[in-house]
């Protein structure tokens, strides 16, 4: 009986070691990758606590390395309770475990870093990425903020050791007391969300910032040519602290270095207040008076700029009071244009109506770009609410040059009902006086003759982006009638290119490499369109299609293409020389029938379609690599000018067997 006891005391004892094994073997995870994982798109952030030593010895970046001893913390606190404490120049090292399920094997994941500093990224014990460098190595310091997140082939199934090797020495970076975030997600709805974020944010960010830096141009130099009225000098100096004050905040979101990054945030926050304290200035003199309210503004604006140029002093409120600034120059704009409308002040219901939208407007996106980071995705794949964005961004966008047109539009109006009334009483007046009032009607047409060619440059202006986004005969018809038709053309030739591998390749190279290369690659092949008379219609990933012969018809359109053709293969030989990462591209060109013309009625884009399209398709995809493939059509048009080599009847998808030719040099 009493060995019996023992027997099942000893049972218990082992099961309550194999139970805790196995909690903790599946509390050690700091994340799992499955299957989905990569179904839903997950983004998982490694905010559970890493093992982390401060010291360098890169043995730590083994698995099997021994961390039993080291210490716990989540990364965006381990500095604050250790390492302060001790050096704060030494290098610290964290490790944690991922481990990637049977059904996720040999994926590519992507790691997205929040930091501010130096660090070296190991997988399994290889070095897989370095970001900035390391004074611990006797370089100069430079600590970077990625961009772009780390792709890599998260291997076999089981645990992987994601080891980091960490420095920052600036005292003036936030990250050097808080460390840094790391999440890992799917690189396909990454790379993808991160492209929207970008694209929205240039056009967003930057195309109201030159609206503004326009609106500076036009305001001062309406200043200048009439000094007596301030009010266009003060609105120009609030547009310019706006535009300088938006690019900084958008190129801030585009570098990675930490220096140029805080350096960007000084001259976005004296630009904002810069803006605002004229804006204060321009509305008090439009419709109030300098009074208590601008003094205590401008007071608190040149405590912040102080607090601002000393980075070092233990404050913390520089951000709610920028905010407190900004909101209260709105609300005072509100205030007074309220109080200037209901006082019934001429004009004032006019450019009133377009500020308190304008500013209501503006003071939403600010807050939301604050507060978001500069995030400006809204809901990504909600129609609605992209649209709901885009219609309110085009109001934004004219609210306030449409008030400004129609507040000059009335008092041109106001000034001429007053010349009639001016010109019945002069009749009973001397000559001397008639004359006086002569010159002040020949002042007012001047001004009138002045502000009107403005907006005749204004409309140039216009009419100038429009035809670099149009052919001119569809910018021209679509100016004429508000509309374009789209045509058939009977005769032309369309070219198809494509990269081979691209895919393999940005998995290979890094997707930040791979864009650069198509970028390049890609603006080489617009000016061999532009040499040849070819329109470029659309690039689609790493294709580029553009066609020969319209929209004015040419009857040398199928050698056209084919000398692009073999130019652009030429290039890419050249660039796989100096280039040992260049891509591979196959070209096909197809001659027949299309019909072009504009899609849609918002953001217009110019496209062809028919069976000339897709037969050019055809063309590329048979091809060979670095090789000019063209169909029977295009062949009899060029036979005499070039020599080919003939490859027969080639089946092709959905069109049968077509004869094809590659095209050799002329």
Sequence with gaps: MKYIKNIYLLFLILFSLLFQAQIKTE??????????????????????????????????????????????????????????????????????????????????????????????????????????????????????????????????????????????????????????????????STVAVMMRQILMRGVLIQGIAFIFLTLFLIHFLSFLFYRKDRSNLLFSLFNLGMSVFLLAWFYSFETEDVKTNVQLGYISSFAGLFAAVFLSVMLNSLFGKIGLRFKILASLSIILCFLIMFPYMEFDFEKPLFIFIIISVCLEALYLVIRAIIKKIPGSIIIGVGLLFFFIILIGTVLYLIYSGGNLEVNPGNSFSEMSVFIIFIIFIFSLPFTLSAFLAWRSANDNKNLNLQIEQVKSLSYEKQQILQNQNDLLENQVNERTSELQKEKQKTENLLLNILPHEVAEELKEKGSSEAKYYDEVSVIFTDFVNFTQSSERLGAEKMLTELNECFTEFDRIME????????????????????????EAHAKNAVDAGLEILSYIQQRKKDTPNALDIRIGIHSGSVIAGIVGVKKFAYDIWGDTVNTAARMEQNGSLGRLNISEATYYLVENDFSFEHRGKIETKGKGAMEMYFVNQI
């Design 27 to 188: 509390n050690s995870c700091n994340a799992t990758i499955n299957d989905k994982f990569f179904r839903e798109n997950q983004y998982i952030r490694l905010d559970k606590p890493w093992k982390f030593k401060i010291g360098d010895d890169k043995i730590w970046a083994n698995k099997n390395s021994d961390d039993s001893k080291w210490e716990n913390s989540i990364t965006d606190e381990f500095v604050n309770s250790k390492l302060q404490k001790k050096n704060p120049q030494d290098v610290v090292w964290l490790r944690t475990i991922i481990c990637i399920d049977s059904t996720a094997e040999h994926q590519p994941l992507a790691l997205e870093f929040s930091s501010g500093a130096a660090m070296d990224i190991y997988w399994d014990g290889k070095l897989i990425k370095r970001y900035g460098k390391f004074a611990k190595e006797g370089e100069e310091p430079e600590y970077v903020n990625p961009i772009l997140p780390l792709i890599l082939n998260g291997g076999a199934a089981g645990t992987h050791l994601l080891a980091v090797r960490y420095e920052n020495t600036e005292p003036f970076a936030d990250q050097a007391i808080k460390g840094f975030q790391i999440s890992i997600s799917n690189p396909n």
């Design 531 to 554: 040499k040849y008379n070819l329109e470029k219609i659309k690039t689609i990933g790493d294709a580029y299609l553009a066609v020969s012969g319209l929209p004015i018809a040419n």
